[in-house]
């Protein structure tokens, strides 16, 4: 199973304020909605509950006060190793889409980083970690917007 990672960060490091994205980069979502498409995300509760569910998408939900249960398109797990463990046996692609907990918990076990790095300060409460040694970069784009940003791509 490849495990990817795709954030949005701002310029110094802050990925929210609370369960809010602190800024709106008109067309920087789209990344999200077109790469997570039709696949499994895994999320922890805060943020499943914040953005709501998306159509098309399938949702693994860490939340360790929650009971484990599986359904066709959202699953609740106590640990990110449960998620894994289901996650590996009915898709071979996850997508990580946050919180800063599961962002933290998940860095060093990816395999891909999609990063929008939002050209901008912000005052918020959750960063992104810092990116492992052994990750190279081996794709970056600027889009220009009302807030200009770079999409970036990190391997091992």
């Not at 067309?27 to 499994?40: I, P, R, S």
């Not at 860490?62 to 359904?71: L, R």
Request: hydrophobic residues 40%; glycine residues 8%.
């Amino acid at each position: 199973m490849i495990i990817s990672l795709m954030a949005a960060r701002s310029a110094n490091n802050v990925i929210g304020n609370n369960a809010d994205i602190p800024w709106k980069a008109e067309g920087e979502q789209l990344l999200f909605k077109a790469m997570t498409y039709n696949h499994w995300i895994l999320v922890g509760r805060k943020t499943y509950e914040a953005m709501g569910r998306l159509p098309n998408r399938k949702y693994a939900v860490i939340s360790g006060s929650c009971e484990e249960k599986t359904g066709e398109d959202l699953c609740f797990f106590k640990t990110i190793d449960n998620a894994l463990k289901y996650l590996s046996n009915v898709t071979d692609l996850v997508v990580v889409s946050g919180g800063g907990q599961i962002y933290a918990g998940m860095i060093s076990k990816v395999d891909v980083i999609h990063l929008s790095v939002i050209h901008c300060e912000v005052k918020g409460n959750v960063f992104f970690p810092d990116i492992p040694k052994g990750f190279k970069m081996v794709f970056s784009q600027d889009f220009k917007s009302n807030i200009d940003y770079t999409y970036q791509i990190w391997t091992k």
